[in-house]
């Protein structure tokens, strides 16, 4: 019946553990700044699920200690500090990292080729047009799926030249 009932012991020790992990991953995300809670970019995921396995692993596994996983904990959001930095830093290493914005929906019509590459249906296309409150795709200058998965979604071209579509090439489908 252990496998049902490890025992008290067991039991506060998650609780301690945890609690403490909890309070020394809240104090790491804040000095590692918003961006690991904003945009959710390929590494973003990546050290999301690290911290929340390291975290898990911490609370369930008694052979791992506290200062182990804060070290974890550290490392990861260091690095991911550091990734971020030389990212804004070099800007092509930002580019070789994310994701580029990739147009979908242009002046009437879906992309196929990007559409297809992106994985995205025409009922997602719609969606984001209602999102957007939009009633028909007649009203869509363009959709861009950007780096982190979401959906923007232009009404109308600007006859100033200020384009939000600049750098993202309409012909390059």
Request: proline share 5%; hydrophobic share 45%; aromatic share 10%.
């Amino acid at each position: 019946m252990s496998y049902l009932f490890g025992g008290f012991p067991a039991m506060l020790r998650i609780l301690v553990v945890g609690t403490l992990s909890y309070l020394a991953l809240i104090v790491f995300i804040r000095l590692a700044g918003q961006r690991p809670l904003g945009r959710m970019q390929t590494f973003d995921l990546i050290v999301a699920v690290a911290i929340g396995s390291t975290l898990g692993r911490l609370m369930t596994a008694q052979e791992v200690q506290f200062s182990e996983a804060v070290t974890a904990f550290a490392l990861l959001l260091g690095l991911h500090y550091v990734v971020s930095r030389l990212a804004y830093r070099f800007p092509h290493l930002a580019r070789w990292m994310e994701t580029p914005p990739t147009l979908v929906f242009y002046r009437g019509k879906g992309l196929p080729d990007p559409m297809r590459r992106s994985r995205l249906t025409e009922a997602e296309l719609l969606a984001a047009a209602r999102k957007a409150g939009l009633s028909s795709l007649k009203q869509v200058e363009a959709i861009v799926l950007e780096t982190d998965g979401s959906f923007s979604v232009l009404k109308e071209q600007p006859a100033d030249g200020w384009s939000t579509l600049q750098g993202i090439d309409p012909d390059r489908t």
